[in-house]
């Protein structure tokens, strides 16, 4: 069965600091996809950043960064130079192989403070 | 093109009422899923379709139905609300080519 873990319930960070956010998963599958998904206050999901198993390099998208480290089971988002916009939660995926089904983590409530 | 739509955004029921949530998107992918998000437990898979006519059971089926009868929706029906069911509900959409799933706004449901 694949997992995802997210321990860290809360971060704070201050505006323009980096921040990293943990994700570890546990899966038997060789082909897997990690997502990272940001929910505002507002509710709605919004698609950051994705990274295939088999993907070569860490995945980037503008401020956002997947530290991938595939030995350990880690998927680690990076943020870099914090908004305050950034305080959200964020909640790091799997995708099961064949199927576009997600298995979420619990999230990490993150806190931008000026 | 409104991409993936839920309604409605909110409602209460009372505890045995039936209703149906609705998920509808306009950009012909195969896949679409619903998710329940309770409090400090993520999003978790309710039930899935990967085309019309198809649908299979996620990780918390029991007292959900969908049905797949068009491309474009997928809706959820309670037969017999529970406080339990209480929970805000996504539906979302994608493509096998695709990375990102894209989600609806979400309902937030309250059975007293």
């Known amino acids: 069965a694949q997992k995802i873990t997210q321990t860290q319930p809360g971060m704070f960070v201050q505006e323009k600091e980096a921040v990293t956010l943990d994700c570890t998963y546990d899966t038997s599958d060789p082909s897997y996809g990690l997502f990272w998904y940001k929910q505002p206050s507002s509710g709605e999901m919004i698609f950051l950043i994705y990274?295939?198993?088999?993907?070569?390099q860490n995945a980037t998208e503008g401020r956002y960064s997947l530290n991938f480290q595939k030995a350990r089971k880690s998927a680690n988002l990076v943020i870099s130079a914090s908004q305050l916009g950034d305080s959200a939660m964020y909640f790091c995926?799997?995708?099961?192989?064949?199927?576009?089904?997600?298995?979420f983590g619990t999230g990490t409530r993150l806190l931008v403070s000026p | 093109n409104a991409g993936v739509t839920q309604t409605p955004k909110f409602q209460v029921l009372k505890t045995g009422q039936s209703m149906t949530l609705q998920c509808a998107q306009d950009m012909n992918h195969e896949y679409m899923s619903w998710y329940r998000q309770d409090p400090g437990m993520g999003l978790r898979l309710i039930h899935y379709s990967v085309g019309a006519g198809i649908t299979d059971q996620g990780e918390v089926p029991n007292g959900y139905n969908v049905s797949r009868s068009t491309t474009e929706d997928f809706p959820l029906r309670l037969l017999s609300a529970a406080p339990s069911q209480t929970s805000v509900y996504f539906c979302?959409?994608?493509?096998?080519?695709?990375?990102?799933?894209?989600f609806g706004p979400g309902t937030r449901l309250t059975v007293l």
């Open positions: 995926a799997m995708r099961s192989p064949g199927f576009q089904k997600l298995v």
């Open positions: 990274q295939g198993s088999y993907d070569q």
């Open positions: 979302a959409s994608t493509r096998q080519a695709y990375n990102e799933q894209f």
